[in-house]
T-cell receptor, first 117, second 116 residues
Framework: AQTVTQSQPEMSVQEAETVTLSCTYD???????LFWYKQPPSRQMILVIR??????QNATENRFSVNFQKAAKSFSLKISDSQLGDTAMYFC??????????????FGKGTHLIIQP | GAVVSQHPSRVICKSGTSVKIECRSL??????MFWYRQFPKKSLMLMAT?????????EQGVEKDKFLINHASLTLSTLTVTSAHPEDSSFYIC????????????FGAGTRLSVL
C-alpha cells in the first residue's frame, strides 16, 4: 500500500512571497502519478499540477512548479508570487498506474496555506 | 476544462432511510469513476472504484452492502447510502477519469450528508 506524508499542517506567508509545500510518499511501484490538488473553502477539489513518474523533467504550470525527486520519493510544490486566492488546503496525492490509467488517489493529510495581505 | 456534476450538494435524512448521490461527467466520457469520503478537517479517503458496466471495487473496510454503487453509463455513476445512520454523516466526493486523458481525474463539488 502507498502512503503520502505532508509534514506541514499549516503555513502562512505574505502575499507575493514564494512558498514551498513538502510531500513525501512511499511505494514499491515504478510507474505512477503524483498530483497536487487545491481545496478552497467551497471544498471543490482543483487540480494544481501533475507529474508522471517516468518523466524526469519537473512539471510547471504558470506560478506553480514541483521538485520531483524520485529516488528520495519527494514531491514538493513551489508557489511563486503567491496571491490571496491561493489560500486553501493543498493535498498531495499518489495514483498507481493500471492498464486503464491512473487508479484511485491516495491523499496526504493536507497543508493549510494562508496568504496574508 | 472538464466538468463533473454531483447532485445533490446537500442532503439531510432520517436514520434508516437511503440516500442516492449522482455523479455525472458533462463533457467527456468516463469508464471509471471514484468515490471518496472526507471527514471534517480531514483528508479524502478512497471508498471505491466504479467501472462502467461492471461491479465496483471497494477499498478495505468499506461495506459494499452499505454503499451501493452503480455505473450504468459512460457519464453517470451513483452512490446509494443504504439504511443511513448518523455515523454515515460525512462529505462524499466523486471524481471521473477522462477516458482520453487517463491520468486525470476531475472532481465533483461534493455532497454533504447529514443523518439525523
Amino acid at each position: 500500500a502507498q502512503t503520502v506524508t505532508q509534514s506541514q499542517p499549516e503555513m502562512s506567508v505574505q502575499e507575493a512571497e514564494t512558498v514551498t509545500l513538502s510531500c513525501t510518499y512511499d511505494t514499491s511501484e515504478s510507474n505512477y502519478y503524483l498530483f497536487w490538488y487545491k481545496q478552497p473553502p467551497s471544498r471543490q477539489m482543483i487540480l494544481v499540477i501533475r507529474q508522471e513518474a517516468y518523466k524526469q523533467q519537473n512539471a510547471t504550470e504558470n506560478r506553480f512548479s514541483v521538485n520531483f525527486q524520485k529516488a528520495a520519493k519527494s514531491f514538493s510544490l513551489k508557489i511563486s508570487d503567491s496571491q490571496l486566492g491561493d489560500t486553501a488546503m493543498y493535498f498531495c496525492a499518489f495514483a498507481s498506474y493500471s492498464g486503464g490509467g491512473a487508479d484511485g488517489l491516495t491523499f496526504g493529510k493536507g497543508t493549510h496555506l494562508i496568504i496574508q495581505p | 476544462g472538464a466538468v463533473v456534476s454531483q447532485h445533490p450538494s446537500r442532503v439531510i435524512c432520517k436514520s434508516g432511510t437511503s440516500v442516492k448521490i449522482e455523479c455525472r461527467s458533462l463533457d467527456f466520457q468516463a469508464t471509471t469513476m471514484f468515490w471518496y469520503r472526507q471527514f471534517p478537517k480531514k483528508s479524502l479517503m478512497l471508498m471505491a472504484t466504479s467501472n462502467e458496466g461492471s461491479k465496483a471495487t471497494y477499498e478495505q473496510g468499506v461495506e459494499k452492502d452499505k454503499f451501493l454503487i452503480n455505473h450504468a453509463s459512460l457519464t453517470l455513476s451513483t452512490l446509494t447510502v443504504t439504511s443511513a445512520h448518523p455515523e454515515d454523516s460525512s462529505f462524499y466526493i466523486c471524481s471521473a477519469r477522462d477516458q482520453l486523458a487517463k491520468n486525470i481525474q476531475y472532481f465533483g463539488a461534493g455532497t454533504r450528508l447529514s443523518v439525523l
